[in-house]
């Protein structure tokens, strides 16, 4: 079986580990997501499909309402995945995910519990999204020589792709490159990971490869996160997932200043005007990316479509990276 | 031969007594059990409330305040550590039924009525779920003090008793 799967099997209900295992190897290998709901089918994406479980083995692209996750079933999964721990993950409740070994994540929705008008946790789940992390090693080295200027050095990035497009394994990947001297000298990383997504620290260790000189400060605010790996780990390069607040504009504006490269990921899509996107416009005025990178899901995650430089001129892009 | 019969008297009422008071000691030690598990599930909620552990953990640091409950927490918490896709209420009732306690059926009714609950809810639920089992447990004692008040003097008049007719009929 699939080593993915084998992280995520003890967090599923004894029947089911085997009706998903039966699973043809080549589906199973492709898996993204299972979505589990009480009294409900299963459903499990893959990379170009998705299906719900019809039994053991099967899938089906009608709703099997024959075969549904109970409610019990769902009982279980939940205190599997919380370690039987419900309490203690307020925290990671309220952000709306929990992290499984192995970087996996299951996303939850639920009853949100209010405290002053914030969601201090959730609680009665009504849904688990378990979200498979596969590492692909090596992924972003095809695009490693466009984010190079003249002069060799790093360039100031952002990474731009829809949900599922791969934007989180890029940014990982290149972490893990850069660390590992790609670009010919190791290059310090400073990674702030805020929802724990691309280093999935668990214990304070990393269950996905980041690299030999990455240090990561988890579910810190980006923002926040930035400026203490910047005062504390003297980093060479600080990576960030996700950015879109204005705090988070503004701490990369700061490392950017502080002559820190800024490697960071925004949701979008190819082809988008990102100017029109207000945490974004005053970055992309200040031209404090010199290298934006365009990726979708078209060939598979991490499809890099175009790269362009601050003046949104297409860099000179080798086949075998732009599909 | 009266030496024989002198040494034959002495054991008997050595056994009978004997009797007697394991008899005695087993219900006191039913009395010490539940006073102790009361304390171990004390301990449980600190753990969880204010040290905000994980149940494993929370496991493990109530054992020591469970005096002779200790390993049923410990056990729970080796389980819990090792995970292996069992859920809290699985391990605990498994620990349950594993654990040579001397309590008795309705005690360990109200300890396996725990399982289902456990880790499963927020901190709130879970020390009301933990002091209501505590409460139960309480009541329990305070019905097995009694009972032991009365029947641990009885077993031991008893045991002398009985040991004393023995003698003197095989005298």
């Known amino acids: ?323 | 031969m009266s030496v024989l019969k002198l040494v034959g008297g002495l054991l008997i009422m050595a056994a009978t007594i004997g009797i007697g008071k394991l008899a005695a000691a087993r219900l006191q030690n039913r009395c010490r059990m539940l006073f102790d598990l009361q304390q171990g599930l004390l301990s449980l909620a600190s753990q969880i409330g204010y040290a905000d552990l994980p149940l494993s953990r929370a496991m493990s640091g109530a054992a020591p305040a469970a005096g002779s409950a200790a390993p049923l927490f410990l056990a729970a918490a080796g389980a819990l550590n090792e995970g292996q896709g069992r859920t809290a209420g699985d391990i605990w009732q498994d620990c349950l039924s594993d654990w040579q306690s001397g309590l008795r059926d309705k005690d360990i009714q109200i300890l396996r009525a725990l399982g289902p609950q456990l880790g499963l809810t927020g901190r709130e639920e879970q020390l009301q779920i933990l002091e209501l089992t505590r409460l139960a447990l309480a009541g329990q004692e305070k019905e097995a003090l009694h009972y032991a008040g009365n029947f641990c003097r009885v077993w031991r008049c008893l045991s002398w008793g009985c040991g004393l007719v023995m003698v003197l009929l095989l005298l």
């Not at chain 1, 792709?161 to 394994?169: E, I, L, S, V």
């Not at chain 1, 214990?203 to 005062?231: F, H, N, T, W």
């Not at chain 1, 200040?286 to 991490?302: H, N, Q």
């Open chain 1, 1 to 323: 079986m699939d080593e993915t799967y084998k992280q995520i099997m003890p967090y599923l209900p004894g029947a089911w580990r085997q009706y998903i295992s039966d699973l043809p190897p080549a589906l199973l290998a492709e898996t993204e997501e299972i979505r589990l709901r009480p009294e409900h089918p299963v459903l499990l994406r893959f990379h170009h499909q998705e299906g719900w479980l019809s039994g053991m083995g099967r899938l089906s692209q009608d709703l099997p309402m024959n075969f549904c996750f109970s409610g019990e079933d769902f009982r279980k999964t939940v205190l599997l995945i919380t370690d039987s721990s419900y309490y203690a993950l307020a925290e990671e409740l309220r952000r709306g995910y929990v992290t499984l070994p192995g970087g996996h994540r299951a996303g939850v929705t639920g009853r949100a519990v209010l405290e002053k008008g914030q969601v201090r946790t959730l609680k009665d789940l009504s849904a688990v999204n378990i979200r498979l992390a596969r590492h692909i090693p090596g992924l972003a080295r095809p695009l490693l020589p466009l984010l190079v200027d003249r002069r060799g050095e790093l360039c100031q990035t952002l990474l731009v792709a829809p949900p599922r497009a791969g934007k989180t394994t890029m940014l990982r990947d290149l972490a893990c490159l850069l660390s590992s001297g790609a670009l010919g000298q190791p290059l310090c990383c400073g990674i702030a990971d805020e929802r724990s997504e691309l280093a999935a620290l668990r214990l304070g260790i990393a269950q996905l490869p980041v690299g030999p000189r990455s240090y990561v400060l988890d579910g810190c605010p980006k923002a926040e996160g930035l400026m203490m790996l910047l005062r504390s780990m003297g980093p060479q390069v600080l990576l960030c997932d996700e950015i879109g607040r204005a705090e988070d504009v503004a701490a990369i504006a700061e490392a950017a200043h502080a002559g820190v490269k800024v490697i960071a990921t925004a949701h979008g899509a190819p082809g988008e005007d990102l100017a029109r996107r207000p945490a974004l416009r005053q970055l992309l005025a200040d031209k404090a990316f010199t290298r934006i990178v365009f990726l979708s899901r078209r060939l598979g995650p991490g499809t890099v479509e175009t790269v362009v430089d601050e003046e949104m001129r297409p860099v000179d892009c080798p086949r075998n990276v732009c599909a």
